[in-house]
């Protein structure tokens, strides 16, 4: 670097140069070193205070009407379901708010009998019944709550039915408190994934006291998730909520289960911007982070590999390709670009062209070449189809398409929410299209919501995009591509593929359920309404002080058993 | 040489010759200005900085867009003729360096001359016509400072397609408010002063006024506050590239690369540093030729 | 005077009329809207979401509710669930307020006296010196400076915290970094009016009678030399203490600040109201009170 400056006639500007590199110098090699008073983190692992970095703050903390991933993590410490999970395997378990479960022969009715000593929150410690979950679930599945996770809970009888307002009458809904303690399900098809779907908190409770003393049941917003207000059923209780700032739960005594809580406080910090957290994380401020930069973890691996937690997580990354065509009055640019995309010879060029290894070794965080659309991991799937990645075989489709080489082909535009991860993977992408095929690819980075706009009403040739699975089973990878399914927005349809997913829905054993799926990514594969990239890995700075916090693949993590080793620090 | 503007022959201003006197006013200005070394030397460097973005990028090796993955993100002169090294791509960073400069460059100039014009003539105009148009002039100045600014550029990119001129649109919208009050604050102030009101009396035209005495004798701050702008708009280019407006993924502007530097400044500093010595290079250059301009442009100057 | 203060604020209302309505339009033009997720929402959810937000009713019904429940104080933000626009703007404006002030101090202590002083030196290697101090902070935005000084001080050196503002010590970094940005562009706008009253016959004058240097900046010349620092800083100041988007994501601040970028991002129709009249409403006024010292300063302007 300095060969640079050396002889550099502007000497006005060297002092400054001079300054910035030097601050970077004494930053990076500060880094290490440690300063006198102890670090946050050391002093919480004498309180048990478990400092998180939370990425957003969260809309709201109502389970029934929020969608994020923060508010998930904010539910797992205060708000409990009907079953736990096994920390890594995610295997239902019995220590939430069920201690025993039963499931018919034909798999249609689910008796679950409660935990009889657990408690709401609140001064009297009310029981938590069968009742408050029949009121939780007439709440989200009612049409005025208007619940986006609604769908979630259709697997009960009738319960699409109610939710969509053609039945008025909830008791046919497939839910029923059979006495205080006991709740029974009858479900629409038998549901093999019922019990992990159950781990996802449209389907925990709430307490009707409270949601009725604050306004209606049904109402979107009210004061009841307030600080003074919230009561919940979980491990932790909400005692502070500032906007922007932090949310903090403490420990719960009355919680029934009380003794396996390690945790004396929880204090979630929704810490937007990547680069801060990571600095905060640095200091000792945070024991983890939310995320990781994509650059930050070479580095990260290289320097702090006991802190840096990656592991495979429920999700892909992929491009949408626009099946519609072009809408009336586009330009001829448009026209061309989206009547190749309708050639699938020029959809599965573009999709074996993709050197996805390039990519994922690019990323470095382990994360997996996608050839197929369910992640691997997936439970009780085994993924049978596999995009041959072949840049021959893509040109010959290319020039079989009309399309010798590239020549004649337009310009794509491939869309993407602003972001620079999903910036260097459009980067690489465009340029191995480029080099490989002679196809040129214009990028358009948007906002998060002009991005959701532009890909709803199909204003796009190829679209970047992701999916993380709701619960641990393929159908959440496979249902969403049948025909007008909200989340196609590719325009697919394949009555083939449609029928399986309903077969699928009904399937008497796990073979054939297994089969039918795979045949239905088989054809997704083929027709390649979508150009899968890699599956996604969890990424986060994880402090080694903290124990018990097993990694999962949907990066889920109750807090009971979680605890602070004091230890580490002498 | 007499201030122009206080020339007791001023009667004669609106005559042919005056076309003269006025060359003669910039020919004076560009004589103070050579007698001016840190202005030469910035200029020279600008001029410098400018052909290597316009004709650089040409002579490198590399193509701004041309990625070497395996070679990733090195330090300047570990691998190949990269001087300033590579980005995470293994992209050349002189080569994205001297590319940006093209982009923020260009930006820079055309967003600040329209800002620039808009925010003289509007603020002028204001401060010299005074009373009720003043009042609307200037609210209307106060309602533009307030639109939501984030919002104004989503709905500007959905209406519109992507195109450059939507860029300065956005930039010149802001940009010109403040450049406006300065203008008006300042000719509120001369509008008061003898030798107006003597031109007034001797009959000359509202434009004229404006444009011959006003506009004239505001350069000195105005000049100090473009030099300011030309900075701000480069960098603000960056957060509207953000939003998708502005240059387009693989392209490069040194507002961009400064913006993705920074966030890597602890991991690959060099990314940061090359863009920025380009950036203030060209901010220390552009600020001291604006002192030596403003200098040169001063009447009373000539007489220190 | 107070004629003229009462004349403003009834211009006040139909410019935040305007605005309201401009902004009011801008939301609803917007692609998206606050309830779209990467989820797909089934239409007819969407519907009843909307219908509970009144997103139903015709526009200007809606736009008519949106004003009186902003009046009223209890217009709920869509974004966070359970809180009304005035709350989250009470809770958050003071850290933005504290912020910006002691960053506003900073930058006028910074840089009025280094603008003074290359004024005075002008051209000379003190002059140099001075301004490329200032321009430190334009060279380094905040988006740099910032990150920098917590690499430095906080994650190096140990002595502050990253980020939050909870202890005194919080307020250093954050203060610096938005406060050295200011402080450039005081520093150039007072060097620039400082010139511009330096070079008149009265301080020739002055200074022929053997008065005194310092005595001559600070009681002749200043009050002039800061006339164009003056009309800068009005929408400045406004900027200022409404908050900083970068600083406060930086530092982790929970001010006011965020919410003009967030709001436009979530679509949060309400919150976008309010941070838009609220600012305005701050700007309205500071506006005004740097016409009245303006005024105060330049004897020759009157209250018209």
Request: proline share 6%; hydrophobic share 45%; net charge neutral.
């Amino acid at each position: 670097m300095s060969t640079k400056t050396k002889g550099n006639p502007r000497w006005r500007v060297t002092p400054t140069q001079a300054a910035i590199r030097c601050l970077g110098w004494i930053a990076l090699l500060s880094f290490t070193s440690s300063c006198d008073r102890p670090s946050r983190v050391e002093m919480a692992a004498e309180t048990q205070t478990f400092l998180m970095g939370n990425g957003a703050e969260p809309e709201g903390l109502d389970p029934h009407i929020v969608t994020g991933v923060p508010e998930n993590r904010i539910f797992h410490s205060i708000l409990e379901g009907l079953v736990g999970i096994d920390h890594a395997t995610l295997a239902p378990t019995s220590d939430a708010g069920a201690e025993s479960w039963t499931i018919s022969q034909d798999g249609l009715v689910y008796t679950f009998q409660l935990r009889k000593n657990a408690t709401w929150s609140n001064a009297e410690r009310d029981p938590v019944t069968a009742h408050d979950y029949v009121y939780s679930y007439n709440r989200v599945l009612h049409p005025d709550t208007a619940s986006k996770y609604s769908y979630m809970l259709y697997p009960l009888k009738n319960g699409e039915a109610f939710n969509k307002g053609d039945l008025k009458d909830f008791s046919q809904v497939g839910v029923k408190a059979l006495d205080d303690f006991t709740l029974e399900f009858q479900l629409e098809s038998p549901t093999p994934y019922l019990l992990s779907m159950l781990n996802h908190y449209s389907w925990w409770p709430v307490h009707p006291p409270t949601i009725e003393k604050h306004g209606e049941m049904t109402q979107r917003s009210s004061p009841w998730t307030r600080p003074q207000n919230f009561v919940g059923n979980g491990p932790f209780r909400l005692v502070e909520w500032k906007v922007n700032n932090r949310i903090v739960v403490e420990k719960r005594e009355d919680y029934w289960d009380a003794d396996r809580v390690k945790l004396n406080k929880v204090i979630f910090y929704p810490i937007e911007n990547l680069e801060t957290e990571q600095r905060a994380f640095h200091q000792g401020y945070i024991h983890v982070t939310y995320e990781m930069p994509a650059h930050r973890i070479r580095w990260s691996l290289e320097k702090y590999p006991e802190a840096t937690e990656i592991d495979p997580y429920l999700g892909v990354y992929y491009f949408r390709v626009n099946l519609t065509g072009s809408k009336p009055g586009a330009d001829a640019q448009r026209e061309a670009a989206r009547a190749a995309l309708k050639d699938k010879r020029v959809r599965k060029a573009l999709a074996l062209s993709v050197n996805r290894k390039a990519i994922c070794d690019f990323l470095a965080a382990g994360q997996l070449p996608a050839h197929g659309f369910v992640p691997p991991g997936t439970f009780g799937y085994e993924s049978a189809s596999s995009l041959e990645e072949s840049l021959e075989k893509a040109k010959s489709l290319l020039a079989e398409a009309g399309y010798p080489n590239g020549a004649g082909i337009p310009e794509f535009h491939l869309y993407y929410n602003t972001h620079e991860d999903h910036k260097l993977v459009a980067e690489i992408v465009q340029q191995q299209w480029n080099k490989g095929l002679g196809i040129r690819v214009a990028l358009f980075n948007q906002e998060w919501k002009s991005y959701l706009n532009t890909v709803a009403n199909f204003n796009y040739d190829l679209a970047r995009a992701a999916w993380i699975g709701d619960y641990n089973d393929p159908n959440t990878f496979l249902d969403m591509w049948v025909t007008d399914g909200g989340n196609n927005q590719t325009g697919f349809s394949h009555a083939r593929y449609d029928e399986l997913i309903r077969l699928a829905a009904r399937a008497s054993s796990p073979e054939e359920r297994l089969a039918l799926f795979q045949e239905a990514e088989s054809i997704l594969m083929d027709e390649l309404p979508v150009i899968p990239i890699y599956f996604y890995v969890s990424k986060h700075m994880l402090h080694p002080s903290v124990k018990a916090r097993p990694p999962n693949i949907l990066d889920r993590h109750p807090f009971k058993d979680v605890y602070l080793d004091p230890n580490y620090f002498n | 040489m007499t201030d122009p503007v206080i020339n007791p022959s001023g009667k004669l201003l609106l005559r042919p010759e005056d076309i003269e006197q006025g060359t003669s006013l910039w020919k004076d200005a560009w004589h103070r200005l050579r007698k001016n070394r840190m202005a030469v030397a910035s200029l020279i460097i600008l001029i410098l900085i400018t052909v290597l973005s316009i004709f650089g990028p040409m002579v490198m090796p590399y193509e701004y867009q041309d990625q070497n993955q395996g070679l990733g993100a090195t330090p300047p002169l570990q691998a190949g003729a990269h001087l300033f090294g590579t980005d995470e791509l293994g992209r050349d960073l002189l080569t994205r360096t001297l590319h940006g400069g093209r982009v923020s460059l260009g930006v820079g100039l055309i967003a600040t001359l329209t800002a620039l014009i808009i925010g003289v003539t509007y603020g002028a105009v204001s401060g010299y016509l005074g009373g009720r148009t003043d009042v609307v002039m200037m609210r209307i100045v106060d309602i533009l400072y307030a639109i939501p600014f984030t919002i104004f550029v989503i709905v500007l990119m959905s209406v519109f397609d992507r195109d450059i001129k939507l860029l300065f649109l956005a930039i010149g919208a802001v940009e010109w408010l403040t450049m406006a009050r300065i203008v008006r604050a300042q000719v509120l102030s001369l509008s008061k002063q003898e030798f107006v009101e003597a031109a007034l009396s001797l009959g000359l035209h509202r434009v004229t006024i404006i444009f011959r005495y006003l506009i004239p004798n505001v350069l000195g701050p105005v000049i100090v506050y473009t030099t300011l702008t030309i900075p701000a708009v480069m960098l603000f280019e960056s957060i509207l590239s953000f939003l998708g407006l502005g240059v387009q993924a693989p392209m490069s502007s040194w507002g961009s690369l400064i913006k993705d530097g920074s966030e890597k400044m602890d991991v690959y500093p060099w990314l940061l540093l090359f863009p920025a010595m380009f950036f203030s290079a060209t901010l220390f250059c552009l600020n001291f030729l604006g002192d030596g301009l403003r200098d040169a442009l001063d009447p009373k100057s000539s007489k220190d | 005077m107070f004629k003229f203060v009462f004349y403003r604020l009834l211009q006040a209302i139909p410019v935040l009329l305007i605005l309201s309505i401009i902004t009011f339009v801008l939301c609803r033009v917007a692609p998206g809207n606050a309830f779209l997720d990467e989820r797909a929402v089934p239409p007819s959810v969407m519907k009843k979401i909307e219908e509970a937000n009144g997103l139903d009713k015709p526009l200007p019904v809606q736009y008519f509710v949106t004003m009186s429940s902003l009046l009223a104080g209890d217009l709920p933000a869509i974004k966070n669930l359970g809180r009304t626009v005035n709350e989250l703007i009470a809770e958050t404006f003071p850290y933005s307020f504290e912020l910006g002030l002691i960053a506003l101090v900073i930058a006028l202590l910074l840089g009025i006296p280094l603008g003074v002083f290359a004024a005075v030196r002008r051209n000379t290697l003190a002059d140099y010196g001075s301004m490329s101090v200032a321009m430190f902070g334009i060279c380094l935005p905040t988006f740099v400076l910032g990150p920098m000084l917590v690499l430095v001080f906080a994650v190096g050196f140990g002595w502050f915290n990253p980020l939050g503002w909870e202890e005194p010590s919080d307020r250093v970094l954050p203060c610096l970094t938005l406060g050295t940005y200011y402080a450039a562009y005081i520093a150039r706008l007072t060097r620039g009016g400082m010139l511009e009253v330096l070079n008149q016959d009265f301080v020739r004058t002055a200074r022929a009678k053997g008065v005194p240097p310092v005595t001559l900046i600070v009681r002749h010349t200043l009050k002039g030399g800061l006339l164009p620092v003056v009309s800068y800083l009005g929408p400045a100041f406004a900027r200022i203490i409404s908050g900083s988007f970068v600083i406060e994501t930086i530092f982790f601040i929970p001010g006011l600040g965020r919410f003009f970028v967030t709001s436009a991002f979530n679509r949060d129709y309400n919150m976008i109201m309010g941070t838009v009249l609220f600012y305005a409403t701050l700007l309205v006024i500071l506006n005004l009170v740097v016409d009245v010292i303006q005024v105060l300063l330049n004897p020759r302007l009157k209250f018209q």
